[in-house]
């Protein structure tokens, strides 16, 4: 993202938060509430919940990711007012852990992904289509995988109410390093998931790698380690059938790159189903 998307001001208790953009009241568009285990998973439904969800993200992304701890800017833009929030609580204190934003597009076409890809076809595709972004978990929790497992059970419970056929965003992959991209694109290729369907490609100001260029350096044989480099939350999705769409997108604020996912809800097997999606 743009920090000028980002607005300034003093850094408060959570409850003082004053904000130009910041709502007086908040209300989901899908309103959903699980319990598994120690947690809730469900979607943000009132003004303290969206505040959380506001302070996390500012502590991961402006804070922890940017760098900017003595910063007085709050991670808040006007389409997170169109969106809805998958959060997961704990379910003693109900603080918020975990948070995810969603902007179905029976709802909003103001998707983040347009700020950095060029969509192509993409959009024009008959089915609903769900956007995925911003997911973060709080720093003292993510050594623990149950938060994967929590997100992707709120999201079947968020695509079955919208019945969404696609869910999409970009997966942010924390390297410069131009070995590091085509070991990420030797693997993604090895285990064909990389697809040029829809014409997917950065818009000019986020482009740093020819495509073609790239794909042409690949091998095609050898030991494949990109793998390695992958975040549990995008390997999550290419387990479930996921495609990475083009080249990478540069993101300078994050100093990270941006990989164009796609995932057909349609497509996803009973097994998969099973395993990732249905409380244990």
């Known amino acids: 993202m743009r920090f000028e998307s ?3 001001l003093e850094r408060p208790l959570l409850s ?6 910041m709502p007086s009241s908040w209300r989901a568009k899908i309103a959903f509430e699980l319990k598994q285990s120690r947690y809730i998973i469900k979607t943000a439904q009132t003004i303290e919940e969206f505040r959380q969800v506001i302070q996390l993200r500012t502590s991961v992304f402006l804070a922890e990711f940017a760098g900017l701890e003595n910063d007085t800017r709050v991670d808040i833009e006007p389409r997170d007012l169109e969106s809805d929030f998958l959060i997961i609580q704990d379910a003693a204190t109900r603080d918020v852990l975990a948070s995810y934003r ?5 709802f909003s076409q103001n998707f983040y992904s ?3 890809f060029d969509l192509g076809t993409f959009l024009e595709t008959p089915g609903k289509k769900l956007e995925l972004s911003r997911a973060c978990v709080r720093a003292d929790r993510r050594s623990s995988g149950i938060f994967v497992h929590l997100l992707w059970r709120g999201l079947a419970e968020y695509v079955e109410r919208t019945a969404c056929q696609y869910l999409f965003g970009c997966s942010s992959i924390q390297t ?5 991209i085509v070991g990420i694109y030797e693997y993604l290729q090895h285990e064909g998931v990389l697809d040029n369907s829809f014409t997917i490609r950065p818009r000019p100001d986020y482009t740093i790698l020819d495509m073609q260029g790239m794909l042409s350096s690949l091998r095609t044989e050898g030991e494949v380690t990109g793998e390695k480099l992958l975040p549990p ?3 999550g999705y290419l387990k479930a059938g996921a495609r990475v769409y083009g080249a990478p997108a540069f993101d300078q604020d994050f100093s990270c790159l941006d990989l164009f996912t796609v995932l057909n809800f349609a497509d ?5 189903l099973r395993k990732y999606l249905q409380p244990s």
Do not use: G, K, N, Y
């Open 6 to 8: 980002v607005q300034a």
């Open 16 to 21: 003082e938060i004053v904000h130009p953009l």
């Open 176 to 180: 410069l390093d131009l070995r590091d």
């Open 114 to 116: 347009l700020s950095e």
């Open 102 to 106: 969603l902007i179905c597009s029976e």
């Open 233 to 235: 939350l995008l390997m």
């Open 268 to 272: 996803l097997s009973a097994t998969h």
